[in-house]
C-alpha cells in the first residue's frame, strides 16, 4: 500500500499526475493532506479527490517552522502505523521533510519525487534547500528530474535507487492544456487586459530584504502587469500602485491559462521555472540562486536577485533561446509508477 502525502499547493499540482497513473494501473494507494496550505489548496481540490487522511490544527499565525514540522511529525505517527505504508514525499517543503522523517521513525519504505535538486547555499531557499537534503539522506527511492540532479546526489554518496524520470510538472501541465476549463473571470481578466507580465512573489528569504526594492521597481515598469497575491506577503497592496492588476490566488487552471497568455513572468517560485520552461515563456528569477539552473541553460530564464528594471529587456531577446526539448522529461508519471511496480512487485 502507498501513502502519497502533500500539504502545500506545489505538492499537489505535483502528485497529481502520480495518483491518476495509480488509478490507471488499479494500484492500492492512500492520500494525507497535512494542512500546511490549508487556504492556498482549497482552489485546488479539483484536482484530486478528497483525501483519506488529514492532519488537523497544524497551522498557527506566526508560528516557527519547528512548531509546524512537530505537529506534523506527532500527527502523522496515528497514520502511518494503519498500514504497511511505501510513503511517497515530493519535493522539499516542511510537508515532505516531516512526513519523509516521520515514515523514517516508523521504519516506512520512503520514496522521494524530484529529488537531488541543489542550490548548495543551506540557506538558499530557506529552508527548501536544507530539506531536500535532509530528505535524500533518508529516502529509500530517489526520482530525480534531470542528470544533473541524479550527479548531485552521487556527489552526496547516493547511488543506490536513483532513476532520472523528469519532473511530474509536465504530465501537471499537459493534462491541464489538455482539459482547457478556466474560469470566466480568468478569460475577462486576460481578454482586457493584453500584453502582460504575470508576477508572483512569496520566498520566505525574500520577505525581510527584497520585496521593497523588487515593489518599487514593478511600479516603475512601463508594462501591464498581472501580480497574483500570496497569504503570507500581507502587504503588497500597500507598496504596488494603482496601474498593476493584483489579484487573489487563482486555481491551477486559471494559472495555466495566465501563464500561457502572458508576456513573460517575474518570480522567485521553483515551480514557476518549470511551467515557464512547458510554456516557452521567459522569466525572471528574483533569487541569488537556483536549483533548477536547467530553465537557465535553455534561455528560457535569467537568475537576477532583485534587479528587475535592468533585466527587463531579457524578455525582448529571442536569440537566447535554446530550440530543445524540454529538459522536465515527458510521461514523468508513468515512468514513475512502472519503476515502482518493478521494485515493489
Not at 10 to 33: A, H, Q, S, W
Not at 132 to 139: E, N, T, Y
Not at 315 to 328: D, E, L, M, R
Request: aromatic letters at 8%; a neutral charge.
Amino acid at each position: 500500500m502507498y501513502l502519497i502525502c502533500f500539504g502545500t499547493r506545489p505538492e499537489l499540482i505535483k502528485v497529481f499526475p502520480i495518483i491518476d497513473e495509480f488509478k490507471k494501473n488499479k494500484i492500492p494507494f492512500k492520500t494525507i493532506f497535512t494542512g500546511q496550505h490549508k487556504d492556498l489548496i482549497k482552489n485546488y481540490t479539483n484536482l484530486i479527490e478528497q483525501p483519506d487522511y488529514y492532519l488537523n490544527n497544524v497551522m498557527e499565525h506566526d508560528q516557527s517552522l519547528n512548531l509546524l514540522i512537530s505537529k506534523m511529525i506527532s500527527k502523522a505517527d496515528k497514520v502511518l502505523n494503519k498500514d504497511d505504508f511505501n510513503v511517497i514525499v515530493q519535493g522539499d517543503s516542511s510537508t515532505s521533510f516531516a512526513m519523509a522523517l516521520a515514515s523514517f521513525n516508523n521504519q516506512k519504505s520512503i520514496i522521494h519525487i524530484e529529488a537531488g535538486l541543489r542550490t548548495k547555499n543551506l540557506r538558499s531557499p530557506y529552508p527548501e534547500e536544507a530539506n531536500r537534503v535532509m530528505i535524500s539522506q533518508i529516502a529509500d527511492i530517489h526520482f530525480c528530474p534531470t542528470n544533473l540532479s541524479k550527479t548531485n546526489l552521487q556527489n552526496e554518496g547516493i547511488k543506490k535507487n536513483v532513476f532520472v524520470v523528469g519532473n511530474t510538472v509536465v504530465d501537471s501541465y499537459q493534462k491541464i492544456l489538455a482539459n482547457m476549463k478556466f474560469s470566466q473571470t480568468t478569460l475577462d481578466l486576460v481578454k482586457d487586459n493584453p500584453e502582460y507580465i504575470l508576477v508572483t512573489l512569496h520566498r520566505r528569504e525574500n520577505r525581510e530584504t527584497n520585496f521593497n526594492a523588487v515593489w518599487e521597481q514593478l511600479n516603475k515598469i512601463h508594462m501591464k502587469i498581472i501580480y497574483i497575491k500570496h497569504p503570507s506577503v500581507k502587504n503588497s497592496s500597500e507598496h504596488l500602485n494603482e496601474n498593476i492588476i493584483q489579484i487573489d490566488p487563482v486555481s491551477y487552471e486559471d494559472m495555466i491559462y495566465l501563464i500561457e497568455n502572458s508576456k513573460g513572468i517575474i518570480s522567485d517560485s521553483g515551480g514557476l521555472q518549470e511551467e515557464a520552461v512547458c510554456a516557452k515563456k521567459k522569466i525572471l528569477i528574483c533569487r541569488d540562486t537556483t536549483e533548477r539552473p536547467e530553465t537557465i541553460e535553455t534561455g528560457y530564464g535569467k537568475l537576477i536577485g532583485n534587479d528587475i528594471l535592468n533585466s527587463i529587456d531579457f524578455f525582448k531577446n529571442s536569440s537566447s533561446v535554446q530550440n530543445t526539448a524540454n529538459p522536465y522529461g515527458q510521461n514523468v508519471s508513468k515512468k514513475i509508477v512502472n519503476i515502482l511496480q518493478k521494485i515493489f512487485k
